[in-house]
């Protein structure tokens, strides 16, 4: 043990770490206080763990403490723990350790709505401490600049974000000393994970230095991926919250608690009470044994449609009170099919949760539960990662949906499968959650029949005889990982970190399989150990792009990748994932495929070297692939100047790859039984909607048209097959994402397309963040000298489609105030209120007849609190330098006295908050216009620095992407003027001009500008 851990913890090892004793480490007691506040007096035991065995706050400690002995087995840190076990602070408590010496922090998350949740935490929790915290994620990208110039403490990142951020602006990392990983396991998805992989090897590649601190909820490859990482597995099983875990069968409740592996049983209805082979009627009788204990419950099934019709008939079963307040909060949001169905259900106190809602409706039903209105609960697996929501039971009805997307033909696919053992502990964690409920959870399964109940207790309680009636309990085991790792006995010395030897790095060590105890071999290789995961790759091309950013870059090291055999691969933990080719892939082939880079631009070739070109590099880390940008750069050279429409550049997306690979409902899957006729119209309506909507717009004579309507009108394509249903699907989305950002009613377009309000918002993201792309990939190619207008199109065509609003409704969409909709932004846009400033002059009676009370609340708070971000500033700027300067001056008055500072001190700028038309320059007037008075306070704000151009320009005109420094000196040399007329005219000086100069507005040639910090300011509200 460690001099430094004698010294805090003495002998005493048992007992509870108190918050206060982080102290010890250097954490500043208003951390201390802000984390006593909001968790609670004590550290749970995986935050115990990794601060006493892992040296999660020795890092960088150098007081007597052998740092590289910590680093090692620190760096890099997988943190393997139940849901809802504390995870969030380990990583946070590493944060503030680093922050603290002037590092960065990123924290990565999977999800928008988790980077939404995390980004609120620690803006709630560390704000008030100056914490500087930003986010970023694919349609959040206000942020951006501030992330990419390093202007914050921490950052909240979505994954593939990340991995576009480090690919395009990789000095944005100079500064980070440390990178959160949350939700890692995620890294074994097909669709997501090979992306997860580059992104940690690209970020490990570059920066080796920055420290990682991975956090894993149960995953059944958690050995490989410490291997992979090079990591220190920090394991705690202990839940906080006791989890009960089994099955029901004849109405009883047979478990085994998680923590203390006690068995029991639960009587939850009589046997005759529920048919046999009869889930509906399993469920109805074990939810009115849990109601009638006043208990929530989380059903999960498979799919979304499952949870819309499962919830309706819940709904009719039982008879619940109304959850008033959100049914009332429901009301104001946008009218959808969707806000009816959760609305009626709610009189029940009965909600679904999936991907079918608009994120305003998730949110609101995410606050209910929070707020204990809800009983019952039925969900797809959206619930099942990291969303804190107070529930005492979760329900898993056994299955989960795949979509076999990883094949040819890139269609939709679905498969049903069994839950697997994670998905089970990542689903069921979401019951009995700290600080959300008292004593324990359950995870419920539901065996209506023998067969169910044997094959659950085969696939999640490891024994065949758990629960058979008569047999022993006591008997049975959990699921779980290995002892080793899940000790919960104080850590001394190195015992289970094994250095392999297998990386060059010595500084990694991991968790060796050979130093677990032969009786947890078997064990862990059963449950942890699995085959590495594949991933079969039909896009050789885009596979051999992201080779070459991952710097495999010769045609042997390429090639001998791809060629990789079973038994080399298993032996070799440099990767995580495995690949295989649909084709046989020889050396002659790969070499022309980099031929074919090359004569595209994206590779090029120094030496039989091979380097992304700046164009490569922007497609990868953009994450389309190559025959979407073939597709796009083909439009781009052809397309007319100024001739371009949003109808064509939807078109184009939505007929690329990358955009017909976004997944949207369609009759076919609805009406399998009538499939043939129901195609066949639907074909013939989307086909008749967009030819008259080209013909109206003058649109068909584009060439980019012009191939779907030859082909249309013979339904052939060239080679003689039929327009495929993949075509259709793209024309179903150019049409609906065409009314999407026309303003056409949420309802209607739901109705017309059979879609649901949170499907048309994902499509409308995934397709703002390919309009961005494709503007990204116009600027590269000169459309900024050359085409700056159409250029400029395709940049807000990107903001509407994330917002599903007209150009005019753009600026108060940017404001991201919660729940104003897009329809209630085009109601005040065509009243003509369509920025913050026509916001900011409506009386609070006015935005009433506008808007329900509710939001106009929300408008005026966020208004309110924006300008009171800056008022704050300040005045407590204002207030100390007016003190400073009465405490430091005893002023000399003409005849020579002594007098009073406050008497004879006047301020020399005041700027009174609600006169915006002037301010007051030696107690004179000098009128001014809007940008002049937001200059002024700009300046003020940050009085004694210099502010860069691109900063200021960036505040005056955050909308308008080609705003100028002429633009600046004209408003300027307004200001400019006013200060010298009344200087001349108070006779301050000979030389005006000299003075504001040097002693008002210091000017850096070519940099920026400084408004002196002995001007005394003052500004009243
Ligand atoms: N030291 C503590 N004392 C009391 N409560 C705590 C403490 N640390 C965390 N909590 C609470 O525990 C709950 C779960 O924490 P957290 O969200 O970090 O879990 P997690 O391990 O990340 O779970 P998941 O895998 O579901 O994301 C939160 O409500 C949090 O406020
Ligand atoms: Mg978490």
Same mark, same amino acid.
């Given at each position: 043990?460690?001099? *430094? ?5 003495? !002998? ?90 002037? +590092? ?5 998350? @999977? *999800? ?19 914490? $500087? ?41 100079? #500064? ?13 998805? *097909? ?25 894993? =909820? &149960? ?9 992979? /990482? ?6 705690? %099983?202990?839940?906080? /919250? ?145 969303? #804190? ?7 898993? !009805? ?131 150990? $699995? ?10 091309? !885009? ?16 090639? #001998? ?24 892939? !020889? ?54 100047? #100024? ?22 409902? %369609? ?7 009538? +499939? ?53 699907? %793209?024309?179903?989305?150019? /049409? ?19 879609? /649901? ?116 500033? &300040? ?18 008055? =003409? ?31 000098? @009128? ?80 920026? *500008? ?12």
């Amino acid at each position: 043990m460690s001099i *430094l851990f004698k010294h805090i913890w003495g !002998t005493k090892l048992q007992e509870k770490i108190k918050m206060e004793q982080l102290e010890y480490f250097g954490i500043p007691s208003y951390i201390i206080n802000i984390w006593k506040k909001n968790y609670s007096d004590t550290l749970l035991p995986v935050q115990e763990k990794a601060v006493r065995q892992f040296g999660l706050l020795q890092h960088g400690y150098s007081n007597n403490i052998n740092i590289d002995e910590y680093r090692k087995i620190s760096n890099p840190l997988l943190v393997v723990s139940p849901s809802s076990s504390g995870k969030t602070l380990v990583g946070e408590m590493a944060a503030i350790k680093e922050i603290i010496t002037q +590092k960065k922090v990123i924290f990565l998350v @999977p *999800l928008r709505v988790l980077a939404e949740e995390k980004y609120q935490h620690f803006q709630n929790l560390y704000q008030s401490a100056g914490l $500087k915290v930003k986010v970023s994620s694919g349609d959040h990208r206000h942020h951006d600049r501030d992330i990419i110039g390093g202007d914050f403490h921490i950052a909240v990142i979505v994954y593939e974000k990340f991995y576009y951020l480090q690919l395009q602006y990789p000095g944005f990392l100079n #500064n980070v000393s440390l990178v959160v990983a949350d939700e890692i396991q995620l890294i074994n998805d *097909l669709q997501r994970g090979p992306r997860l992989e580059n992104n940690l090897d690209c970020l490990r590649m570059r920066n080796p230095n920055i420290r990682i601190i991975a956090l894993s =909820a &149960f995953s059944e490859n958690t050995i490989h991926l410490a291997k992979y /990482l090079g990591a220190s597995v920090l394991f705690s %099983s202990y839940r906080p /919250l006791e989890l009960r875990k089994g099955i029901v069968r004849n109405g009883i409740y047979q478990y085994i608690e998680h923590n203390t592996s006690i068995t029991g049983k639960e009587v939850f209805f009589a046997k005759d009470d529920a048919f046999e082979c009869n889930l509906a009627s399993y469920l109805k009788a074990t939810l009115s044994y849990l109601i009638n204990n006043n208990e929530s419950s989380l059903i999960f099934f498979s799919t979304k449609k499952e949870v819309r019709i499962w919830s309706r008939w819940l709904a009719e079963q039982f008879n619940l009170s109304p959850a008033k307040a959100a049914i009332n909060e429901l009301n104001t949001l946008e009218d959808s099919t969707s806000r009816d169905e959760l609305i009626s259900l709610l009189q029940n106190s009965i909600v679904y949760h999936c991907a079918d809602l608009s994120r305003q409706e998730r949110q609101l039903i995410e606050k209910a539960v929070r707020s204990c209105d809800i009983k019952i609960i039925c969900a797809t697996d959206t619930l099942s990662m990291g969303v #804190n929501l107070p529930v005492n039971n979760v329900i898993l !009805t056994g299955q989960k949906i795949i979509s076999k997307k990883n094949n040819e033909l890139l269609l939709p696919n679905f498969q049903k499968r069994a839950l697997t053992l994670s998905e089970v502990e990542n689903m069921g964690g979401r019951a009995g959650r700290l600080k959300q409920q008292e004593c324990f959870g359950r995870i419920i399964f539901l065996a209506p029949s023998l067969i169910e109940l044997t094959a659950y207790q085969r696939l999640y309680f490891n024994s065949s005889n758990l629960l058979l009636p008569g047999y022993p309990l006591s008997k049975c085991h959990l699921y779980t990982l290995p002892a080793p790792v899940m000790q919960d006995k104080p850590f001394e010395g190195n015992a289970y970190q094994i250095n392999e030897g297998y990386s060059d790095n010595s500084k990694t060590s991991c968790l060796a399989l050979s130093a677990l105890p032969a009786k947890q071999l078997s064990y862990s290789e059963n449950f942890l150990y $699995k085959v590495k995961p594949v991933k079969i790759e039909y896009d050789i091309l !885009t596979f051999i792009l992201q080779r070459i950013a991952q710097k495999q870059n010769t045609l042997d090291g390429i090639y #001998n990748f791809s060629k990789q055999d079973n038994e080399r691969i298993s032996n070799n933990f440099w990767h995580y994932w495995h690949y295989k080719f649909n084709k046989n892939i !020889t050396r002659k082939k790969m070499s022309e495929i980099l031929r074919q880079l090359e004569d595209t631009k994206l590779v090029k070739n120094s030496s039989n070297i091979y380097y992304l070109t700046e164009m490569g590099a922007l497609v990868v880390s953009r994450g389309i692939c190559f025959q979407t940008y073939i597709h796009f750069r083909k439009w781009l050279e052809n397309c007319c100047k #100024n001739e371009i429409s949003e109808l064509e550049i939807i078109f184009l997306i939505s007929t690329s790859v990358n955009g017909e690979n976004s997944l949207i409902p %369609s009759p076919v899957y609805k009406t399998t039984k009538f +499939k043939k006729s129901a195609i066949g119209k639907w074909k013939k309506y989307l086909s008749m909607k967009i030819l008259s909507l080209l013909f109206e717009l003058g649109e068909d004579n584009k060439p980019i048209f012009q191939l779907y309507l030859n082909t249309e009108s013979e339904n052939k394509f060239g080679n003689g097959k039929k327009i495929d249903l993949k075509k259709y699907l %793209s024309i179903k989305k150019t /049409l609906l994402l065409f009314d999407w950002i026309n303003g056409r009613e949420l309802r209607e377009i739901e109705e017309d397309y059979g879609v /649901l309000s949170g499907a048309i918002q994902n499509i409308g993201e995934g397709f703002s963040w390919l309009s961005d792309t494709l503007a990204a990939i116009a600027a590269k190619i000169g459309w900024g000298e050359q085409r700056p207008a159409d250029l400029n199109r395709i940049k807000q065509l990107a903001k509407r489609l994330s917002f599903g609003v007209e150009t005019d409704g753009l600026s108060l969409a940017g404001l991201e105030i919660p729940n104003l909709t897009r329809a209630y932004i085009k109601k005040l846009v065509q009243q003509g209120y369509n920025n913050k400033e026509c916001l900011q002059e409506l009386t609070e009676e006015q935005l009433n007849s506008l808007l329900p009370e509710r939001i106009t609340f929300q408008v005026k708070q966020h208004i309110q609190r924006d300008a009171g971000k800056h008022k704050n500033i &300040f005045l407590m700027k204002d207030s100390n330098q007016l003190s400073n300067k009465i405490k430091n001056n005893s002023i000399k008055t =003409a005849n020579g006295k002594t007098a009073k500072s406050e008497e004879i001190i006047k301020p020399e700028l005041i700027i009174n908050m609600s006169r915006p038309d002037k301010i007051l320059f030696f107690q004179e007037e000098i @009128p001014v216009t809007r940008i002049n008075f937001q200059l002024v306070l700009l300046l003020t704000k940050k009085q004694g620095q210099m502010i860069s151009y691109d900063e200021i320009i960036d505040n005056l005109w955050p909308e308008d992407e080609d705003a100028t420094y002429h633009r600046l000196w004209y408003h300027l040399g307004k200001l400019r003027s006013g200060m010298k007329l009344i200087i001349q005219h108070k006779k301050i000086t000979d030389s005006p001009e000299k003075f504001i100069k040097e002693k008002i507005l210091k000017v850096f040639p070519g940099r920026g *500008l400084l408004f002196d910090e002995n001007i005394l300011v003052k500004i009243e509200k």
